[in-house]
Structure formats: structure tokens, C-alpha cells
């Protein structure tokens, strides 16, 4: 996308490297990382580079114990620094020398960071890991939606002691074969069965 909007107005006078890709968490850290002005960014396996971590912090990627990966390998963001947030009113604080989990996932690269989804947006079946994103966006591309009008998720159920798999699609007309095409679209391109598909 970002690719696309530097040639759409590069003829416009639109420089290489004036748009750079920045990573940051609202009121949590707020700015994490950032590009340097004027230099293009890259992109590995598809995924822009957010940039460095900025003065003052500091990045890590780890597994799911805890423990740092090595470079280049897709793990979970976390980041420690004076700008990290300390807590809420009324909980309790955490320490400054604690390591925050942004949620995250991503992998660092020549020490910059490239963000590639969020960790509990992660769909399990058995031993596997599916992205919900790209879930979602095999289900949309099968049905011809925009991007933003399916969202998949995993539902506990409790009578049956386990997790399933559930998309919700926007959609004004919906039919059974739309419920069907999209179930073996998904189970095609990834060997992931949805559990169930329902129109909001």
C-alpha cells in the first residue's frame, strides 16, 4: 500500500523516503519506532520496516516463555523504556525494568523493527497458528468484499470443552453457498476447517 502511494505521486513531486512507516502503542508507549526522514524504507518478505526504536527505548522480540529470538525470526514485541507506561490509577504499578508486552508480533532486522500482526489475533488449531488477518483476508478475496468486512476469531465453547473457529462477515445478501465458498477457500489456501460462518 505504501509502495503504491509513493508511485501514484511520485509524478506529483512526492520524494522517496518522505513517508516513513512508524510503530507505537496510543497512551501505553505512544512512539515506539520510526524511519529516518528522507531515507527509503525497506521491507522483508513483504512486511514494511517500522523503523528504529526511538531515544530512550529499547526493543525485544521473544517466544512465548519469555525467552529473545534471533534475528529475523517472528516472535512477540516487547519494549522497555522511560516512556513505557508505568500503570493506570487505582492498579497496580509495574516496574520500570520490566519488559512490556505490546501484544505484538514481529521480527527484528539490521535492528530494525518489521510488525507483522498481533499476537492474541492469532487463530490455534491443534499444533498450528493461523493469522486471523490473513484468514480474514482469503475469506474476503473469495467473496469480493473490501478489506475490514470479515472478522474471524476463536469462540471457547463450554459445552463442548473447546475453541471454534468463527467468521462473521458483513455482507447485504448472504446465502448458504456464500457460507460454503468461503469454508473451502480458507480450508484450500491454509487446512484450517471454520467452525462457523455467520452474516452480521
Known amino acids: 500500500m505504501l509502495r503504491g502511494f509513493e508511485d501514484a505521486y511520485a509524478t506529483s513531486g512526492l520524494a522517496s523516503g518522505v513517508l516513513q512507516p512508524t510503530y507505537g502503542m496510543a497512551e501505553k508507549v505512544v512512539g515506539i519506532s520510526c524511519g529516518e526522514p528522507g531515507v527509503e524504507w525497506t521491507e522483508r518478505d513483504g512486511v514494511a520496516s ?39 490509577l487505582g492498579l497496580p504499578q509495574r516496574a520500570t525494568d520490566d519488559w512490556f508486552d505490546t501484544g505484538d508480533l514481529g521480527f527484528k532486522a539490521d535492528r530494525q523493527l518489521f510488525v507483522t500482526g498481533r499476537h492474541k489475533d492469532v487463530l490455534k488449531r491443534g499444533a498450528e497458528s493461523y493469522p486471523a488477518t490473513l484468514v480474514e483476508a482469503i475469506a474476503e478475496e473469495a467473496l469480493g468484499l473490501r478489506t475490514g468486512r470479515i472478522v474471524a476469531f476463536a469462540n471457547l465453547r ?43
Not at 528504529?52 to 529473545?68: K, M, N, S, W
Open 50 to 88: 517500522c523503523g528504529r526504536p526511538l531515544e530512550g527505548l529499547d526493543l525485544r522480540i521473544v517466544d512465548t516463555t519469555g525467552e529473545p529470538v534471533v534475528e529475523g525470526r517472528e516472535g512477540i514485541v516487547t519494549v522497555l523504556g522511560t516512556s513505557v507506561i508505568s500503570g493506570y
Open 158 to 200: 463450554m459445552d463442548a470443552g473447546k475453541e471454534e473457529i468463527v467468521l462473521l462477515v458483513e455482507s447485504p445478501a448472504w446465502t448458504d453457498q456464500n457460507a460454503r465458498q468461503v469454508g473451502a477457500a480458507v480450508m484450500e489456501q491454509l487446512g484450517l476447517q471454520v467452525d462457523e460462518i455467520r452474516a452480521a
